[in-house]
């Protein structure tokens, strides 16, 4: 006796994903235009050249999360549901704002709310739960506003040329300083804004996180170590790099420091700020080792 064997009707793995795509639709339709503009304007200056690479690492962050969008998770609370809306509601003003007035920390930074509100709106606080890293690495794609890259950007220009000139005259080297204007041997080089280390410091921070992020370490102190030596470590990254450059044109002229060597040194300068990030994380490792992981129950 012979018996037929019912096949069961197929899945369709990314059926819960019809639901996003006039959500993803109208994203698109919305920012980008911004990315468009900010991939022939802003983002072509060096100090705002890691934009498009916080954007391609936040949508690999939401990619690696993608079983949220997959998972049927149900129906949202109606506490949920009204904080997305409010949510939602404030990202879709704040952009209505920037984009008509040209205000780019509004009109960037309103994709921030607009997403978390979609996803409180459609699959609740679980989802915003699984994609909160993803969502705050936006911020370092938002550009800093005017007036505190003004009240920053002299002080830092201040302390790095005191530094740099005082390590300088103790090496034995011909240096005097005027301000933020250092005289060595024949050559007069002026500390200019780029020079502040101001944006590299941004963008450090930016790449330490996503390494803690990345590393999941248990260790609460060890990550709050590294975290508070992010900064001390792209300020000291860029007093090198000053250094360098003071160096390479007493060497070899000013051509040299202004040439090549000059675009160069900041590329040298977030590899150092990296290594000297990493060396303190496996030197920590040492004092502060990470904790076992608990093991889920099965």
């Not at 969008?69 to 949510?87: I, N, S, Y």
């Not at 984009?99 to 709106?121: A, H, T, Y």
């Not at 007036?147 to 390590?167: C, H, M, N, R």
Request: hydrophobic share 60%.
């Amino acid at each position: 006796m012979s018996t037929l064997a019912t096949r069961a009707p197929a899945i369709n793995p990314l059926g819960p994903l019809k639901l996003w795509w006039p959500i993803l639709l109208g994203l698109l339709v919305l920012y980008v235009p911004t990315y468009w503009m900010l991939a022939h304007g802003l983002w072509n200056s060096e100090e705002q050249a890691h934009g498009p690479i916080v954007l391609i690492v936040a949508l690999f962050l939401i990619w690696q999360q993608r079983a949220v969008f997959l998972a049927d998770a149900g129906t949202p609370t109606r506490v949920e549901a009204a904080a997305g809306w409010t949510v939602l509601i404030v990202g879709l003003l704040a952009y209505a704002l920037g984009r008509s007035q040209d205000i780019l920390l509004f009109e960037v930074g309103s994709q921030i709310p607009v997403i978390l509100g979609v996803l409180l709106i459609t699959l609740g606080r679980h989802a915003a739960r699984a994609l909160w890293f993803a969502l705050f690495f936006l911020l370092f794609m938002i550009p800093l506003p005017g007036f505190l890259v003004d009240a920053a950007t002299g002080p830092l220009k201040q302390y790095i040329s005191v530094i740099a000139e005082q390590a300088l005259y103790a090496a034995g080297y011909p240096i005097a300083r005027s301000g933020v204007t250092l005289t060595v041997g024949p050559y007069q080089l002026l500390v200019a804004d780029a020079c502040s280390g101001l944006h590299s410091m941004f963008s450090l921070s930016a790449m330490g996180l996503l390494y803690l992020y990345l590393m999941q370490r248990t260790s609460v102190a060890r990550n709050l170590i590294i975290m508070a030596a992010i900064l001390p470590i792209a300020f000291f990254a860029n007093v090198v790099r000053v250094m360098v450059l003071i160096l390479v044109t007493y060497h070899l002229g000013d051509e040299a420091g202004q040439g090549f060597l000059h675009g160069f040194a900041g590329i040298m300068l977030f590899v150092v700020g990296l290594l000297f990030l990493f060396l303190l994380d496996g030197l920590l490792g040492f004092v502060l080792p990470d904790r076992p992981r608990a093991k889920a129950k099965a």
